[in-house]
């Protein structure tokens, strides 16, 4: 007899961390850059800039000043937004499709499966269908959980008809997907 089988997880959706890296990076940048500018400064000079050495207003500065609190009311904000930019999820990235029609044997034993598409995917597949048809002389496709926007290059010299063909078929191939939730077609002859 075989092992019980479990359910798969749900495809989770990561959190994008694109902006607390930027923040952290931005920040590394600026005070890196600032420390160069010191240096540089020290050597040139004979002296730290705007009275930042050990004997100027940032070698004084203690906790109980009003320039202290401020510095870290800034460092707790900074920390702030950046635990905020860490923990906020990303857009969606994939789109659900029906899998009534997935064989039995392909389901876990609880028959939960989750089957997605990813909207680079979706493009890419969008583009190459589109690009297959007659009239058709590049195709550029963008799309998310709500639109698909399809661009199409063309030659012809009535596009109207190559655009109602190319829609109707697009429409046929998205709909046999079965995308939850369905998303729009717009198609513009570019």
């Known amino acids: 007899m075989s092992a019980p089988r479990h359910a798969a997880p749900g495809l ?14 931005l920040s590394a940048v600026l005070v890196g850059g600032f420390a160069v500018y010191m240096a540089i400064e ?19 500065l203690t906790w ?10 800034g460092l707790i904000c900074l920390g702030v937004a950046l635990l905020v930019a860490a923990w906020k999820p990303g857009r969606r990235n994939a789109l659900v499709v ?10 876990t034993a609880a028959g939960s499966r989750e089957l997605v598409i990813g909207n680079e995917d979706l493009e890419r597949w969008l583009r190459r269908v589109a690009e297959n048809l ?5 195709a550029t496709v963008r799309a998310s959980a709500r639109r698909i926007n399809v ?3 063309t030659s012809v010299s009535d596009p109207e008809v190559v ?4 829609e109707s078929h697009l429409r046929q191939r998205v ?10 077609l717009r198609i513009r002859i570019g």
Not at 98 to 107: D, K, L, S, Y
Not at 175 to 180: A, S, V
């Open 12 to 25: 989770l959706q990561r959190p994008n961390r694109a902006v607390a890296v930027a923040l952290v990076g």
């Open 42 to 60: 020290r050597i040139r000079v004979g002296e730290y800039p705007l009275g930042t050495g050990p004997d100027g207003w940032l070698g004084g």
């Open 64 to 73: 109980n000043t009003a320039a202290g609190w401020g510095l870290a009311a």
């Open 98 to 107: 029906n899998h009534e029609r997935v064989p039995a044997a392909g389901r």
């Open 134 to 138: 007659d009239g058709v002389s590049r």
């Open 151 to 153: 661009v199409i290059t």
């Open 163 to 166: 655009r109602g063909a190319i």
């Open 175 to 184: 709909d046999g997907l079965e995308l939850k939730p369905n998303p729009s």
